[in-house]
T-cell receptor, first 114, second 110 residues
């Protein structure tokens, strides 16, 4: 069956460029999460959606980061004016509902900012 | 202080050994706990949920100690294929905010 997919899998951006990362959750999953994982670290929470509602964006590191899920399915994480410290793997996860259920992760997008 | 703390390791153990990891959490309101496994350059996958009564799945046993605010993972009869990073997860808050630990790296040696 189809799992969570993310695209692109790899992205190289020049400092100052804008990037958009896409996540396709498992069909029917209500909850969607974005995480940032730096090398040697655990995933750091960025933001959480329940359907199209963004219930928590407290983990977004700055106002350069923006996420949306307009129709309650596909989600996009946008980073404006990328900086070198934005280099990381960006993971998307989805679950049936809420945060007490198993989260299914996508393969991640590895972003490198030069 | 991080909300969820783990010893990053690495833990190098021989095949067949028993190994235990602990994870402490600082938010006493945390309600749900999980262990995820992450292989190198792969995404995390759920290993097991952690219940107050403790739970076992084959060679893996998870325990929760709410009084001391820690959870543990015990792996018996370690296999080479158990080599991975084990991530501790706690959820808390009104909608159950999810917090991952840094992960504990396990290397099982032949």
């Amino acid at each position: 069956g189809a799992g969570v997919s993310q695209s692109p899998r790899y992205k190289v951006a020049k400092r100052g460029q804008d990037v958009a990362l896409r996540c396709d959750p498992i069909s029917g999953h209500v909850s969607l999460f974005w995480y940032q994982q730096a090398l040697g670290q655990g995933p750091e929470f960025l933001t959480y959606f329940q359907n199209e509602a963004q219930l928590d964006k407290s983990g977004l590191p700055s106002d350069r980061f923006f996420a949306e899920r307009p129709e309650g399915s596909v989600s996009t994480l946008k980073i404006q004016r990328t900086q070198q410290e934005d280099s990381a793997v960006y993971l998307c996860a989805s679950s049936w509902e809420g945060t007490t259920n198993e989260q299914f992760f996508g393969p991640g997008t590895r972003l490198t900012v030069l | 202080r991080k909300e969820v703390e783990q010893d990053p390791g690495p833990f190098n153990v021989p095949e067949g050994a028993t190994v235990a990891f602990n994870c402490t959490y600082s938010n006493s309101a945390s309600q749900s706990f999980f262990w995820y496994r992450q292989d190198c350059r792969k995404e995390p996958k759920l290993l097991m949920s952690v219940y107050s009564s403790g739970n076992e799945d084959g060679r893996f046993t998870a325990q929760l100690n709410r009084a001391s605010q820690y959870i543990s993972l015990l792996i018996r009869d370690s296999k080479l294929s158990d080599s991975a990073t084990y991530l501790c997860v706690a959820t808390s808050g009104g909608y159950q905010k999810v917090t991952f630990g840094i992960g504990t790296k396990l290397q099982v040696i032949p």
